[in-house]
């Protein structure tokens, strides 16, 4: 089955800060891949997503590139702010028609003012 | 959409009491999915149905946890008797099985203390 490395948490960085969590997979095939976010005392929310290799998925401000090459698929954000504090969950879909995601660890990211 | 409802939002028990916990799921999704989330263990995969079918039940710690889905709309999950290491937030999800690249909509959850 499918497998996530996430880096371990906590990631503590200063308001306007560049961010990266990084995120590596073993999967069968080119699956779509996840990233989901956490806000404190809620449940998990996509952020965004990338369906085939090279793809970027972009949402408030954060990118991943699927890099097919290094099963990779790194988050990062150039300005981080207070408001990001939650934690990212980076998520491998399963190939053929079962479409199952392995959740990876998660890292935790706050961020201070 | 109202997206994936669960109730109660918090449920405070007593250790040997029958607790459910309810899931509506996005209406046309034909996945549903039961997680448990901790400090010590994370997010653990309890159960999941395709089509209001138990899939695969391997996640589900004991014999006292059981779930159900009797139609398209509704699902619980049951723990009787409930123990105090039951303690944890519960969340439900459902997708769409065969939807590559749709991925899972999750619900706010259920924080469960069992004292």
């Known amino acids: 089955g499918n497998s996530v490395t996430q880096m371990e948490g906590p990631v503590t960085l200063s308001e306007e800060a560049f961010l990266t969590i990084n995120c590596t997979y073993t999967?069968?095939?080119?699956?779509?891949l996840f990233w989901y976010v956490q806000y404190p005392g809620e449940g998990l929310q996509l952020l965004l997503k990338?369906?085939?290799?090279?793809d970027k998925g972009s949402n408030k401000g954060f990118e991943a590139t699927y890099r097919k090459e290094t099963t990779s698929f790194h988050l990062e954000k150039g300005s981080v702010q207070v408001s990001d504090s939650a934690v990212y969950f980076c998520a491998p879909e399963g190939g053929g028609a079962g479409n199952m995601l392995t959740f990876g660890g998660g890292t935790r990211l706050m961020v201070k003012p | 959409d109202a997206g994936v409802i669960q109730s109660p939002r918090h449920e405070v028990t007593e250790m040997g009491q029958e607790v459910t916990l309810r899931c509506k799921p996005i209406?046309?999704?034909?996945?549903l999915f039961w997680y448990r989330q901790t400090m010590m263990r994370g997010l653990e995969l309890l159960i999941y149905?395709?089509?209001?079918?138990?899939?695969?039940d391997s996640g589900m710690p004991e014999d006292r946890f059981s779930a159900k889905m009797p139609n398209a709309s509704f699902s619980t999950l049951k723990i009787q008797p409930s123990e105090p290491r039951d303690s944890a937030v519960y969340f439900c999800?459902?997708?769409?099985?065969?939807?590559?690249?749709?991925?899972?909509?999750f619900g706010s959850g259920t924080r469960l203390t069992v004292v």
């Open positions: 999967a069968t095939g080119y699956p779509s």
């Open positions: 999800a459902s997708s769409l099985k065969g939807g590559q690249g749709y991925g899972y909509t």
């Open positions: 149905f395709n089509n209001n079918v138990p899939i695969d």
């Open positions: 209406s046309g999704h034909n996945s």
């Open positions: 990338a369906t085939k290799a090279d």
